[in-house]
Structure formats: structure tokens, C-alpha cells
């Protein structure tokens, strides 16, 4: 299992990560003692000094393979990834991956945080075969995804380094500090740092807060510590806002002597620009547990709770997310609550923040994801303190490596959050990140349905599903191209297209539920209006000897019907004629009558629908006009020919006006 989170908590909290424990066995206790103690505190950095040392002075074999490997662990540890390889071959070369397989586990892990992921497969594969096939096909897994998810984006995010921030040290957790969101406070380990001792666990100084301001056009000033009041030679960071931003809390880890102590959470007032005097917020009884770790603070939006990562006892395993109510009657934080197994994990849950809508994000091993820490996302939902399903961000969020402390702007869809992925300036650098706009374009091409040439001139009206009405007009080619906001993401268009002496059209098109930017390309066939023709239209039929509409399994006439209702409700200046007919059998007298029933029928439908009567005639042609001739359904087999006679018992229609006025335009 990648553990690099050793080192990254550390950044903040000296000492508030588990360790890979190890026994220097039968190793000479002069040799080991040091380097072992050291490791066990977490001090990876100077450990490595030792093990690297100890290494050139061990005679014994499989003493000298578990230097390497311990020395493989503290570059590994502090994110050294060449000299953790290179250890690790030292170790592998002296055959240690028969006392423990999981090096070419670790092997693997380093190879995919420098994002080599084929290379990782191979080591992968190795511990299967030696060690557990669950695990190694499970990190076989999240590679191929990673290597995938580089080629082929899953999401829009655009991420980029923000250089003028970044140092070659550690540079994590970033917070806005101001309502507009125009200052921002993250941790770091660069040499202007208060704790300018050496951190035994880094080999860099101590972390302190620091400060830096955007200016009107974007650019953020050079970062600042924030002062003796919340600095000091211990590591500081991780922090967070009541909702006023009229007091800051943080996470303070003290060293005293190469001896961890405990990590807690402080605070401390905001004066202008300044900050007032800090001090301890103690949710564990420090007289009688001087160990537990408390630490990364996040408050929500209503200032009413404090989440934050823990190992107090009672949790999942590793450090789990916690959280305390605020009391206004006693104006104290109340007793910690863990956040329930649907949040932690028996990995470690951490770096958790608040959106403005109440969203929880943090930072987890244990959901799943490219490798490392991965940023998730639950939404809030009705209830104390409940939310919805843990999502994993996407790539570029998140990567192989380890991506922590996200942040929004507000409610916009970008913000800042620290990796050490490959590529950056230092150990963790800060990024940027924002999801572009989505662009959506409507093309439409108007043509003559009889002779295919382009119509110029044709209008195009779209509402959209907010109200708003424009109409455009296409060119000399029948073409309109629309682009460049002026549709809009989320929302749906009715279109209609008409042009003068044509028979209108039109259709839908919506950007609703859309996650990618999408090219609305659409033709359109106007038919030029001749007066008394007949024109083809769904199939309207009816049983024998009924003026009923025929709803069958071979036919619905209402729907044929519906049809004409959209025609006609499209081309308000239409007037129509419907024609129906019979088939041959019967009385021409009986038929006569039959088929204008049949016309008042499909008449007495649209009047129904809306349509206005005086912008309908109804015809019966009784038998006159057959479909199919009496000698032609004769010569079909008999079975086939009531289905002739069918065809002939039929509506159509015609136009035969172009030129009405609706009451509420005149």
C-alpha cells in the first residue's frame, strides 16, 4: 500500500500518521538502534542518513537486504522516487522479496506515482505471484484507468500549476481567507519559514502559514508569513474560516527534542490584517491523553459544526474524519462524533473542507481511485450531518500521486488544491483548477423540398425553455450558424422555420444534462405551398361502414392527426381542406354521406386540438376518388383485399388558403 501519507500529514502535523513498523530483528543493536528509533518516529529523513550508513558497514547478507529495504522506505516516504528505486534494487539484488513480497508492491507504487504505468504493471503482476493476487489486481486496475484517464480525459477540468506560488518545498492545503475570495492561506516548508529548524521527518524546515493577495487582474503577490502570533519553530497549517471570517483556526504540531507530541487544532481572532494571539482548542483532555492526533479543520458554511481528522479511538482505522457541534450556550466546541463508515474507511480519511452549499470533499486512500490520496466529494443531504455516496473526483483532480485540500471559489466551479504530482516545483505544489464553459452551437440548413436548392431568407425562431423568443434569418446558402454563447448550457429550444409561400417546420434540440460541448447541426425540407394539391400525411382510416377514426394495431389514426395539428399550429396562416373517401361497397348515396361524416370527424379532432374552425373544410368525395381500383383489389389474392378497400376508406387534405389572419393578430 502507498504510504506516502506519512509524509504529507507531516508536513502539518509532525507526528499524526501511522508508521510501517519494523524490528531490527537480529540485527546488531549498535548498528540499528538509532536508524530504527528514528523510522518509528517518523523521522525519515534522517533515518535514511543512518540506514544509508549502516548499510556500508553490515557484513551479514540478509541484515544488509533489510537496510536496503528500510532506506528504499524513507525515499519512498519523503516522495524521493529515483533514490527509493534505487534502494529498493539494492534490497531485491540481496533476494529480500523472500522475507517480504510486498517490495515489489511498493516497487510498483513508486512507478505509478511517476505515473509509469506500464512499468508498474510488471511489478504488479510479480506480487501476484508471490503475495496477494486481490491487491495486485486491484492496482493493476487503477493503473490501466490512470494511463487511460491521461490519453482520454473523463472530465473538462483544466489544471495548471500555480508558479508564482510554488517552491522547491512543500507548498499544501490552500484556504481563501476572504469573503471575495481574494486571499489565500496555504502551508509551507520554504526557507522564509518561521521554523527554520530542520525538520527530522522532511529534512526541511518547519511548515508555517503563509499569505498572498490577487489583484484586480489576477495576479497573486508574493507570499508572506502570517506572523509570530500564529507562527512559530513548530509546524503550522491546514486551515480554516468560521463563516465571518472573524477567526481562523489551525493545526499546530510541536517538536520538542525529536520526541512528537501531540498535533491539535488553534485559533485565533482576525484584526484587519493581522492576526490576534493564538491558542489551543482542546476536543481531547490533554491531561489524559498527550497522543492522540487532531488536526485539519473545516468548518461549515452555517459555522454550526467543525470537521476535522483524527485517530481517536472508536474509528475505522488510520486517521478518520470527526466532528464537533458548536454550543452557543456554553460558546465552546462539544464532544467529538465520528462521521460514520459511509465517509471513513479503514485507510486514512483526511484534508477535509466545506463548500458553500454544504458538500463535503476530503481527502481518502480507502475509496478507491488512480493511487495515493485521491480528493472525494459527498454531497449534503436533510439530516444531521448526512450526506450522499462518496464520489472520487475525476482526473485531472485528482492523479496517480497525492491530491489533497480542495478548495471552491465560492460556488463557481473552480478553486485551488495542492498534489505532488509529477511535473510540479517542489515536494507539493499548488494548482488552479476550473471547469471552462461548455460551448454549444446550432447549425441549420434550409432547403426546397422538391428541388433541393438552399433557401435564403427562410426565418428560424428559437424559444428557449427560459422565455427568451429571437428569430434569425438564414443566408445566401440557407444557412444559420449560431455559436459563441448564444446557446446556452442547461436549456431547451423550440425551433420554428418558415419562409414566405412554404409550409413552415420545426423541431427541438436541448443543452439539458449535456457534459460535453456538443455542435447541433440540423436540416430542414421546406415544401413550397401549391393551392389544391394533396398532401402526403400520415395514414387517417376507418372501419367499414363507420366514420370513426381506426385505431388499430396497424394504424393510430388520431396520432396521424396530430400531424396536421402541428402543421397548422406551426403555419398560422393556413387553411385547409379535408377530403374523405370510401371504399367502392355500398350505395354512392350512402358513401357520399359517409365520407363527409368521416370529414367532420377529422374536423370536430382539430377543432379539439385548438385549431380554429374557420381554418378547416370538410369534404366527402364518397366513392368517387378510389386509392385502389375495383379491378385492381380484384386481382389480389382474396385474403389481401379487404386491406385495399382499407386504403380506400382515407382522409387527406389540402391547402387552400395562405393567407389567414388569426383573430388575436388582426
Known amino acids: 500500500m502507498h504510504n506516502y501519507l506519512q509524509a504529507i500529514l507531516t508536513r502539518v502535523t509532525v507526528s499524526f500518521l501511522i508508521v510501517i513498523g519494523a524490528s531490527a530483528g537480529a540485527f546488531s543493536q549498535q548498528l540499528f538502534e538509532e536508524a530504527d528509533q528514528l523510522f518509528n518516529r517518523r523521522g525519515y529523513h534522517e533515518a535514511s542518513s543512518d540506514y544509508v550508513a549502516a548499510y556500508g558497514k553490515e557484513k551479514n547478507i540478509e541484515n544488509k537486504a533489510y537496510i536496503a529495504f528500510q532506506a528504499g522506505e524513507c525515499f519512498r516516504l519523503l516522495h524521493n522516487h529515483d533514490e527509493a528505486l534505487e534502494w529498493y534494487d539494492k534490497a531485491i539484488g540481496l533476494k529480500y522479496f523472500k522475507v517480504n513480497s510486498k517490495i515489489y508492491l511498493l516497487y510498483g507504487d513508486v512507478l505509478r506515482d511517476q505515473e509509469k504505468f506500464y512499468d508498474a504493471m510488471e511489478w504488479y503482476e510479480k506480487y501476484g505471484k508471490l503475495g496477494d493476487r486481490l491487491t495486485a489486481d486491484a492496482r493493476i486496475e487503477t493503473v490501466e484507468i490512470g494511463a487511460l484517464s491521461i490519453d482520454e480525459p473523463p472530465s473538462r477540468y483544466i489544471v495548471e500549476p500555480m508558479y508564482t506560488l510554488n517552491s522547491p518545498s512543500y507548498d499544501f492545503a490552500p484556504m481563501y481567507a476572504s469573503k471575495n475570495n481574494s486571499t489565500l492561506i496555504f502551508a509551507s516548508s520554504r526557507e522564509s519559514s518561521e521554523g527554520t529548524d530542520e525538520d527530522p521527518i522532511t529534512g526541511e524546515s518547519f511548515m508555517d502559514l503563509f499569505k498572498t493577495s490577487q489583484d484586480n487582474k489576477g495576479r497573486w503577490s508574493e507570499p508572506e508569513p502570517l506572523g509570530n502570533t500564529i507562527c512559530s519553530e513548530s509546524n503550522e497549517g491546514s486551515v480554516a474560516f468560521d463563516k465571518k471570517f472573524k477567526t481562523m483556526y489551525f493545526t499546530r504540531c510541536v517538536d520538542n527534542g525529536g520526541s512528537n507530541l501531540a498535533c491539535d487544532i488553534y485559533y485565533a481572532p482576525v484584526v484587519g490584517n493581522n492576526h490576534g494571539a493564538s491558542q489551543p482548542l482542546f476536543l481531547v483532555n490533554r491531561d489524559e491523553d498527550d497522543t492522540t492526533q487532531v488536526g485539519h479543520p473545516a468548518i461549515s458554511p452555517d459555522g454550526r459544526v467543525m470537521v476535522f481528522a483524527s485517530d481517536l479511538a472508536g474509528g475505522f482505522g488510520g486517521k478518520d474524519l470527526w466532528y464537533s457541534k458548536f454550543d452557543k450556550n456554553t460558546d465552546s466546541w462539544g464532544a467529538p462524533e465520528n462521521l460514520g463508515a459511509g465517509i471513513n474507511t479503514p485507510e486514512n480519511d483526511m484534508f477535509p473542507t466545506f463548500r458553500k452549499d454544504g458538500s463535503l470533499y476530503f481527502s481518502s486512500m480507502g475509496h478507491g481511485g488512480l493511487g495515493g490520496f485521491d480528493i472525494c466529494k459527498a454531497e449534503v443531504r436533510e439530516g444531521d450531518m448526512a450526506f450522499a455516496e462518496v464520489e472520487i473526483l475525476p482526473y485531472p483532480l485528482n492523479s496517480s500521486s497525492d491530491d489533497m485540500g480542495l478548495v471552491f471559489q465560492g460556488m463557481t466551479n473552480s478553486g485551488v488544491f495542492s498534489s505532488n504530482r509529477p511535473g510540479g516545483k517542489g515536494q507539493d505544489d499548488l494548482y488552479s483548477f476550473r471547469l471552462p464553459p461548455m460551448e454549444f452551437c446550432y447549425k441549420a440548413y434550409v432547403y426546397d423540398y422538391d428541388t433541393g436548392m438552399p433557401v435564403a431568407g427562410a426565418d428560424i425562431t428559437l424559444e428557449s425553455s427560459e422565455g427568451e423568443v429571437n428569430t434569425y434569418t438564414t443566408d445566401g446558402d440557407g444557412f444559420l450558424g449560431l455559436c459563441e454563447g448564444e446557446i446556452g448550457e442547461g436549456i431547451s429550444y423550440n425551433v420554428e422555420v418558415k419562409n414566405e409561400g412554404f409550409i413552415g417546420t420545426g423541431d427541438r434540440f436541448s443543452s439539458i444534462g449535456l457534459t460535453e460541448s456538443t455542435t447541433f447541426a440540423r436540416e430542414y425540407f421546406l415544401k413550397e405551398i401549391i393551392l389544391e394539391k394533396e398532401y402526403d400525411m400520415p395514414l387517417v382510416l376507418y372501419p367499414l361502414n363507420s366514420a370513426d377514426l381506426l385505431i388499430d394495431e396497424t394504424v393510430n ?110
Open 557 to 666: 389514426s388520431a396520432d396521424s392527426l396530430n400531424y396536421l395539428v402541428d402543421l397548422l399550429t406551426l403555419n398560422e396562416n393556413l387553411v385547409v381542406q379535408l377530403e374523405s373517401h370510401t371504399d367502392s361497397r355500398g350505395t354512392s348515396a350512402s358513401n357520399l354521406e359517409l365520407s363527409q361524416r368521416r370529414a367532420e370527424t377529422c374536423v370536430n379532432f382539430l377543432v379539439g386540438k385548438g385549431i380554429s374552425s374557420d381554418r378547416l373544410i370538410a369534404v366527402g368525395h364518397g366513392e368517387d376518388i378510389l386509392k385502389i381500383s375495383d379491378a385492381q383489389i380484384a386481382a389480389l389474392p382474396e385474403e389481401a383485399r379487404d386491406a385495399a378497400h382499407g386504403e380506400n376508406r382515407r382522409t387527406v387534405f389540402k391547402i387552400v388558403r395562405f393567407d389567414y389572419v388569426p383573430l388575436d393578430s388582426k
